[in-house]
């Protein structure tokens, strides 16, 4: 799977932005996909996770309640939106595929084979 993330940039605290990753070269329907980020000089860390089919999702818990993860199987492609932020989100994130039909899903990325590059986010106080 070839991972295209789009959409980071500057931002003020308390803003938000919407993160979008384009996936091709295998069939999109047969990943759970997700979100990870490295802040600077720290290790990448899971952020979110949705099922194949959306079904299920799985959040960290400094995203809960702010930040949503959600798929469009039609259009091979996942987002991240992601409100209230705050410069403690500062990071790059990247998507991530698993090849999984399972309808559970797990946020370690060790179980992610397929990585984007990264998309800078940088929240200002």
């Known amino acids: 799977v070839q991972l295209q993330a789009s959409g980071g940039g500057l931002v003020q605290a308390g803003g938000f932005l919407r993160l979008s990753c384009a996936a091709s070269?295998?069939?999109?329907?047969?990943?759970?996909m997700g979100w990870f980020r490295q802040a600077p000089g720290k290790e990448r860390e899971f952020v979110a996770i949705?099922?194949?089919?959306?079904?299920?999702?799985l959040y960290a818990d400094h995203a809960k309640g702010r930040f949503t993860i959600s798929r469009d199987n039609a259009k091979n492609t996942v987002s991240l939106q992601m409100n209230s932020l705050k410069p403690e989100d500062t990071a790059v994130y990247y998507c991530a595929a698993r090849f999984s039909r399972r309808p559970t899903v797990v946020g370690g990325e060790r179980y992610y084979r397929w990585w984007g590059q990264g998309t800078l986010v940088t929240v200002s106080s």
């Open positions: 949705i099922s194949w089919n959306g079904g299920t999702t």
């Open positions: 070269g295998r069939p999109f329907s047969d990943h759970a």
